[in-house]
């Protein structure tokens, strides 16, 4: 088998892993777009970024007019479900179809792999971290250039002369079958995120300085609706609720410390008290906000819910190794500085709704918008003393286990997961524990009775 064959075959092979591996990610970008998905690295952003950093970004979707967000892993399904097509015509057809095959493959390829520059400089400079699975799909990218170029034989002047007149007919292949995969997969994109509720709820400031939820259903991501039907969705909630309260219980529940700069809202004295870890920059926290405001609203004083900072920033965070979220310590400090002035939730909802641009002038129009008075909110930025609440409530956190974020505890007890379903599961149960027999409606039968 001559070494032109042998390339042929790993380009396809190559091709097939590209297109998993794109089809994967792309998933992945949906998943945090709408904030669904039970698994826990889905719902968290975690001390090493990486992976999730980087699909979390809003660098991660493609913004084009009013259409939904097209994230940046979808042209590379569609590139390499192209190259599968016409490597395995390369391999398959006849010979006069095999060098115009892989010719088309190798000028398809320059494209893609200046995209891949752009995304890897994007991940460098604007991001500070690397999606290890996005560096793996550049590579294969590079793979398919080098292994057309072998495939064809010749050298590159060869393959320039092979589309000297153009290939129509392989062209054309490659063209449908790129348009009709990143079609159809956008199509059932956009589909999950209508079903999901949108992405994050938008809110905004009612005459009493509170965040309103736009939808009260938007924080039950219950599952992954594109593929599922809605019943099968509800099933699948309800056994990974299941699945939950079978260890649940047994968690052996910490001391946690409550100080009084810690945001808190509910009643103090309430059967349950849930904390959350967060980080203002954090789109995992951002969303978990929207679902334990209706929380709040919807356990009244059962439910005593207490806010700590867990900033992913080197400012505030000792533990972490690099700056993953460089203006979330400044924020954190900003929401303690709008807490002393009473209007610590107000701004605890604008910060989150404008995380993607947090900074000093950021925080400070902030301040103004929620009614604070701005030059004392200034001079409390610079107070050393409130750093050093925020520090005290990272120790805090770290001292339990806290690795990412949103990190929540009821009654204590660690969950092992952020999604809402298992928050909400968990309230639930240690209610029943404590003979509540009135709880809110359920009206999917999401939880047991």
Known sequence: MTVQRISTWFLLIVALVGLGLGLSLTHKQVEARTGQGFAADSLLCGEEGGCEEVNTH?????????MEPIPVALPA??????????ALLAAL???????????????????????????VFVQAAVIGAFCTYCLILDG????????SALAHGGGVRNMLATLKPLPKGPLLLGIVVMMVLDGGLYGTYVHWVKDAGGAAPQRQLSDSGESERADDHAGHAHAKKDALSEAEALEEARKAVDEFLKTYPDVEPVNIEFNRFDGFKGNPDAQVIVVEFADFECPHCRLAGYFMKDIAHRYGDRVGLFFKNYPLGKACNEGITRDIHPDACEAAVATQ?????????????????????????????????????????????????????????????????????????????????????FVEAAIRHELSTQGVTELPEDPDGLFPE
């Open 337 to 421: 500085c709008a807490g002393r002035q009473g209007r610590f939730w107000p701004f605890h909802d604008l910060a989150f709704d404008n995380q993607k641009a947090l900074g000093t002038k950021a925080v400070v129009r902030i301040a103004g918008e929620v009614g604070l008075e701005v030059e004392s909110f200034r001079t409390c930025l610079e107070d050393e003393g409130v750093w050093d609440e925020v520090r005290t409530q990272v120790a805090q956190g770290r001292g339990i286990g806290v690795r990412g974020t949103p990190s929540f505890f009821v009654n204590g007890r660690a969950l092992p997961h952020a999604h809402p379903l």
């Open 140 to 147: 294969l990218t590079v793979a398919t250039a080098v292994l």
């Open 77 to 86: 399904f569609g590139f390499f479900g192209m190259v599968a097509i016409l």
């Open 93 to 119: 057809g006849a010979p006069n179809k095999q060098k115009p095959a892989l010719a088309v493959i190798g000028a398809c390829s320059v494209p893609a792999l200046a995209f891949c520059a752009y995304l």
């Open 58 to 66: 809003a660098r991660a979707r493609i913004q084009l007019g009013s």
